[in-house]
């Protein structure tokens, strides 16, 4: 995509013909990202509404009639820097580039919503209640936080920026899916992103699928 070397802010149509007129986050920046999963390019957002930004990370000719390859990741500090075995969430966002690179286009947007919209300090307190035996939901409640806080609007209209409209999303939320059917993208396919569970995130995981809805089939 030519139009994503531009380092200043931006401020222009979206390039997908699927999105609104104005979107509601602005591309600050692009840069080249080399991991150990392949060459992608990376770019930082900004609300234009709210303090939040959020990163992508994406590669390929991102065309609009081409279904392609996406993944809105919510920020796991202790997953996805530290490689917590308290849940899934790092292992599938290193397993959304190695799908991506082998695909050789597609896009992750990844939401800076630390511990579904609480933050990490309220989320090292709910772990906390976690090893005093409550599940992931039940340590919120106790709380007295929302199971869930996050919103995915802005994430959609980043993919909108990045020029997509039709999309094979890697997900098992639910919440996701019915998020990028309203912002009007046409899902393709729902790509099912299980992971092995391994040490402590198998009781995460089937609470994730018997009390949040998630699409986990190999938990059966």
């Known amino acids: 995509m030519s139009s994503c ?18 979107l509601t986050v602005e591309r600050v920046s692009v840069a ?106 039940e340590a919120n409640e106790q709380l007295g936080l929302a199971v869930d806080l996050r919103e995915y609007r802005q994430c959609a209209e980043i993919l909108f920026d990045l020029g997509l409209c039709r999309v094979r999303l890697l997900s098992n939320n639910p919440l996701k899916l019915r998020a990028l059917e309203e912002a009007g993208f046409q899902i393709v396919e729902r790509v099912a992103h299980e992971v092995e569970p391994a040490g402590d995130s198998m009781h995460y995981m089937r609470t994730k699928k018997e009390k949040m809805g998630h699409l986990l089939d190999n938990l059966e």
């Open 5 to 22: 070397n531009q380092t200043a802010v931006e401020k222009r149509r979206p390039a997908s013909p699927c999105a609104p007129e104005t």
């Open 32 to 137: 080249r990202l080399p991991t150990a999963f392949g060459d992608f390019k990376i770019a930082g957002y900004r609300s234009l509404v709210s303090v939040e930004e959020f990163v992508c990370i994406f590669k390929g000719e991102l065309r609009s009639d081409v279904p392609t390859l996406v993944r809105i990741h919510s920020q796991c500090l202790t997953g996805d820097v530290f490689g917590s075995l308290k849940c899934d969430c790092g292992q599938q966002l290193h397993r959304a580039l190695e799908l991506i690179e082998a695909e050789g286009r597609g896009a992750v947007v990844y939401q800076l919503q630390e511990g579904r919209g609480i933050g990490i300090i309220n989320k090292i307190r709910a772990y906390a209640l976690q090893d005093e035996g409550a599940d992931t939901v």
